[in-house]
């Protein structure tokens, strides 16, 4: 969106006396409260994991042998990255566009650690199987090693607790991103060392943010830098859209540029033969393919920015179609933990895995994808109204349930 002026009034007194009033005009950088592509982002995670996930439990072998099968897995693998790339850009937006909220212990900064926490709780209730703390307390090492470990809802509430905590601290945006990149550099360039690294001595609740040998599919090594990449881009796409005239431009170009480099030095870099890293898990551990995997998002990301500028130049931005994708792709969380509830159950009640394990041939698959998106798409609308529309009731009700599930995992 292009700069906006403002227009000043300035009474200057001529030598005749007389008034002459000069009018100076101001920059001031506007930037909308939505932005489309980003929701378009986030929705694409949405399609993807709900797709990914319930395909990969329910299809038969007749599915999982078929040749395509394997392109498939290649592509679920990007979800990850695009749900924590966008979720990082979603904190990187709203915090660099309220940074003084920030700076300072207010309801802001409280709300957020409020929300990081949920996060967490969240993550480890969804890998309990019962829940009660004499369940827990009494659990065996293997399995206590399971409930510890670190996925995406763990690695979320974390590294964005840690991001929000850096802005008390720098107050200032530039120390915070400079720290925000090196941090970033770090948690890639590590990974080769860490990831399958055997830390015994360690608690293995600290150890599983460390590595992936403790059963944890998203140790923050590299798994973070994901998020802090986000965050980033954040402070790019802000600039650019605050200052730079909407166009191709704006992000499409740049974005585009940015991709291809990326994608340049993750595929031409481990062709030279240049690999000071240890043995490791190219796949998930790898610097050169986390930048490949980073660059395919923000290729994808400058996709939606076109498709972004295309639905504003025949005005359809705002139609109901295009505000449903935006408000499903503002509750991603919320239908990541719905699905996996509906997927692997909760405590007591079966899920789909229980009852279609690979079990599907593919037109019963596909259906059943169908009408678990439909299911979520329902629950994200419902969940995004419900809180926009009757904020003091979503808040109370959150709160009571918060509070239930507490006193129920303390007493049983």
Not at 109 to 127: D, S, T
Not at 138 to 145: F, K, M, T
Not at 160 to 172: I, K, N, P, Q, T
Not at 359 to 371: I, T
């Amino acid at each position: 969106m292009p700069p906006m002026s403002s227009a000043h009034v300035i009474p200057r007194r001529l030598p005749s006396g007389e008034a002459e009033v000069v009018v100076r005009e101001e920059v001031v950088p506007v930037v909308r409260a939505r932005w489309l592509a980003l929701d378009l982002l986030r929705f694409a995670a949405v399609v993807l994991m709900v797709q990914g996930h319930v395909f990969y439990e329910v299809v038969d072998a007749s599915v999982r042998n078929a040749s395509w099968y394997g392109w498939h897995g290649y592509i679920h693998g990007f979800t990850a990255p695009i749900f924590l790339f966008s979720s990082g850009m979603a904190f990187g937006v709203t915090t660099l566009g309220k940074w003084k909220d920030h700076t300072h212990f207010g309801r802001p900064v409280f709300k957020r650690f409020e929300r990081y926490a949920i996060l967490l709780a969240l993550g480890y209730m969804l890998q309990m199987g019962e829940l009660g703390l004499q369940y827990l307390l009494a659990l065996p090492p293997e399995r206590y090693q399971r409930v510890t470990a670190v996925n995406a809802l763990q690695l979320i509430g974390v590294t964005l607790a840690v991001a929000e905590g850096l802005v008390l601290l720098s107050r200032r945006q530039r120390p915070y991103l400079i720290t925000l990149a090196v941090l970033m550099l770090v948690v890639v360039f590590v990974a080769p060392w860490t990831y399958a690294m055997s830390l015994e001595g360690w608690p293995v609740s600290i150890a599983a943010y460390v590595t992936a040998a403790t059963r944890s599919l998203f140790p923050i090594f590299p798994w973070a830098g994901f998020l802090l990449a986000g965050v980033l881009t954040a402070r790019f796409v802000r600039y650019r859209r605050s200052y730079v005239a909407s166009g191709l431009r704006q992000l499409v170009v740049p974005l585009t540029v940015i991709a291809a480099l990326l994608i340049g030095v993750g595929k031409l870099v481990p062709l030279t033969g240049f690999d000071p890293f240890p043995e490791h898990n190219f796949w998930k551990a790898s610097p050169w393919f986390f930048f490949f995997r980073v660059g395919v998002v923000i290729a994808l990301l400058a996709v939606l920015c076109a498709i972004d500028l295309l639905l504003a130049k025949v005005r359809a931005a705002d139609g109901r179609g295009v505000r449903l994708l935006q408000k499903i792709g503002a509750e991603t969380l919320v239908i990541y933990v719905a699905h996996l509830l509906v997927i692997y159950g909760v405590v007591g009640l079966p899920g789909l895995k229980d009852r279609f394990h690979h079990a599907l041939s593919l037109g019963p698959a596909v259906a059943l994808v169908l009408a678990v998106f439909i299911a979520m798409v329902a629950l994200g609308w419902l969940w995004y109204e419900t809180k926009r529309r009757h904020p003091v009731f979503f808040d109370r009700s959150r709160y009571l349930v918060t509070a239930a599930l507490i006193v129920l995992f303390l007493v049983r």
